[in-house]
């Protein structure tokens, strides 16, 4: 089946620096992802959509300049959380084209 | 405001026994569900989904239930095993004739199968 993987799996960071998080799709083109966030013992959260060759869209409440998406191929999204905070701590997720296929999800700690 | 609720945060059954998960919704304009399975520090695994045109689907020992007039799902697991133990969330969505749903979760259910 269609495999999504993220890199990295897992990421410490001192606060004010910035983090980037890939996520691929393998073995198939993902012309949209979709990247989540979960806080411990909530939801996942969408945060915004990512689109290939075009800006992304982002939900209400997600700011766009600390979120930087980049899609700039079939196979590759980046988010790029810049001057990470402690709040901004939480596990990121991926997913891509199609609604059944997510990443393994990234979990970051911003100290 | 929760579009998605899953109203009990734990639910234990006895292996073999019937696993019931229940999820309702408001958005009236969700016409797309689906249920996921989720590991600590992984990514949602797919289970089963259901349209609003049909109000059953069945999946080996999965299968969900759709009341669209009471806005209520359900996720039936016969017979539970051990590794079905996990947070089950359900998902929502408006369907935009794509294929590219922006989906809405609830908080999940945690699922404990005891042997």
């Known amino acids: 089946g269609a495999v999504v993987s993220q890199h990295p799996s897992w990421v410490i960071c001192k606060s004010g620096t910035s983090v980037k998080i890939e996520c691929r799709s393998l073995?198939?083109?993902?012309?949209?992802m979709f990247w989540y966030r979960q806080f411990p013992k909530q939801s996942l959260m969408l945060m915004a959509t990512?689109?290939?060759?075009?800006?992304?869209?982002?939900e209400q409440g997600v700011e766009k300049d600390k979120f930087l998406i980049n899609h700039a191929s079939l196979t590759l999204s980046t988010l790029t959380v810049t001057s990470a905070h402690p709040e901004d701590s939480s596990f990121y997720i991926c997913?891509?084209?199609?609604?059944?296929?997510f990443g393994p999800g990234t979990r970051l700690t911003v100290l | 405001d929760q579009q998605v609720k899953q109203n009990s945060p734990s639910l234990s059954v006895q292996e073999g026994r019937i696993s019931i998960l229940n999820c309702d919704y408001t958005?009236?304009?969700?016409?797309?569900f689906l249920w996921y399975k989720k590991y600590p520090a992984e990514g949602p695994t797919f289970l089963i989904s259901?349209?609003?045109?049909?109000d059953k689907n069945e999946d080996g020992r999965f299968t969900v239930f759709l009341n669209k007039s009471a806005k209520h799902l359900s996720l039936h697991i016969v017979p539970s095993q051990p590794g079905d133990s996990a947070v089950y969330f359900c998902?929502?969505?408006?369907?935009?004739?794509?294929?590219?749903?922006?989906?809405?979760f609830g908080k999940g259910t945690l699922l404990t199968v005891n042997p």
């Open positions: 259901i349209s609003s045109i049909k």
């Open positions: 998902a929502a969505s408006v369907s935009s004739g794509g294929s590219n749903y922006k989906l809405t």
């Open positions: 073995d198939f083109q993902a012309t949209t």
């Open positions: 958005n009236s304009m969700f016409d797309y």
């Open positions: 990512s689109n290939e060759g075009s800006k992304a869209t982002y």
């Open positions: 997913s891509a084209n199609n609604e059944q296929f």
